[in-house]
């Protein structure tokens, strides 16, 4: 049996993992991460944080500019992080890139009493995606409402949704719980007490509503709230593996500020090294075809021993 989680013992997470790994991976230096690179899975670094996030926003441009009326194209987006989102928005006006082929997939929602927050909820991701991205693109370049996809706590449409166009890339960050989306390790409850659920179980999962992690609760308070936790829903809506996989590619922005080092090289290393386990979502990622990591220099830090 594997050990109990050092931080939610009614939960898998990393700290569950064979300590070899997790040692490995602390000894990772930002000068060894670039040798992790393999076929099916890029590294890259940025220099400063005005070329991290614009590389990123340029993603939206470079994805959206495919988009045909014979073969519409997408980007599925999220909220953490944000900066990006105003650059976007910049590039399509400056740009004049009519977005009416265009798609957009929000990645997820929180979800109060069994229901997707309204436009209004001060943490919405809508509400984010519209008033940082959205709203700021000029009336006659913005894309069709119908072609702006939000999932909700039925997700049947939504998940339809993903039929209508091809989905050049997923972008997404990595939260403490090594999730991407709201992707979070499951429950340690039966069938999987002894063992979290096979990779391809957890594959199969399509958008789902889902109970956040403790560890998942806590960061949102801490990266968007000012840690007033009790003010952060303890369910999401999330895009699954399901449509993750359908994501010609998957593309995790690194800033340094929400996973901490250890973190952004635990996954780096399963990933590289293939090493599929669903206590670690976000190293499920080993084997979808096209992945890349993209960091920001400065925020990879160390993991040696600092004392404050």
């Known amino acids: 049996m594997r050990p109990l989680s050092k931080v939610a013992p009614g939960w898998w997470d990393y700290t ?14 930002a000068e060894d991460l670039p040798r992790l690179r393999r076929d099916g899975f890029d590294i890259r ?26 073969r ?21 006006n400056e740009l004049g890139l009519n977005l009416r082929h265009c798609h ?14 309204g436009i209004d909820f001060p943490l919405g991701f809508a509400r984010t995606d519209m008033e940082l991205l959205f709203n700021r693109i000029r009336p006659e370049l913005r894309m069709p409402p119908g072609n702006i996809h939000f999932p909700a706590a039925d997700p049947a449409r939504y998940v339809a949704s993903w039929e209508k166009a091809r989905c050049v890339v997923m972008q997404g960050g990595q939260g403490e719980v090594k999730h ?47 840690g007033v936790v009790q003010n952060v829903p303890h369910q999401a809506v999330t895009v699954g593996p399901a449509e993750t996989w359908k994501a010609e590619k998957v593309s995790i922005w690194h ?15 399963m990933i590289s090294k293939r090493i599929a386990d669903t206590a670690v979502p976000m190293s499920l990622l080993a084997d979808h075809p096209h992945v890349q990591f993209n960091f920001l220099r400065s925020g990879i830090g160390t993991c040696e021993v600092s004392m404050h």
């Open 16 to 29: 569950t993992l064979d300590r070899a790994i997790l040692d490995e991976a602390a000894q990772l230096t």
């Open 45 to 70: 670094f940025y220099e400063t944080i005005e070329d991290f996030y614009l590389a990123e926003a340029l993603e939206y441009v470079t994805a959206w500019r495919q988009a045909t009326p014979e």
């Open 72 to 92: 519409p194209a997408g980007v599925c987006g999220p909220i953490g992080p944000t900066e990006q989102l105003p650059l976007v928005a910049r590039l399509v």
């Open 104 to 117: 957009f997939w929000g990645m997820d929602e929180w979800v109060v009493d069994g229901k997707e927050v």
């Open 180 to 226: 991407w989306a709201f992707n979070d390790p499951p429950r340690r409850e039966d069938p999987y007490r002894d063992a979290p659920p096979p990779p391809e179980v957890y594959r199969k999962l399509s958008t789902r509503v889902v109970d956040l992690h403790p560890i998942t609760l806590i960061q949102n308070a801490r990266t968007s709230g000012g």
């Open 255 to 269: 800033a340094g500020c929400h996973d901490n080092p250890f973190g952004l090289r635990l996954t780096t290393l």
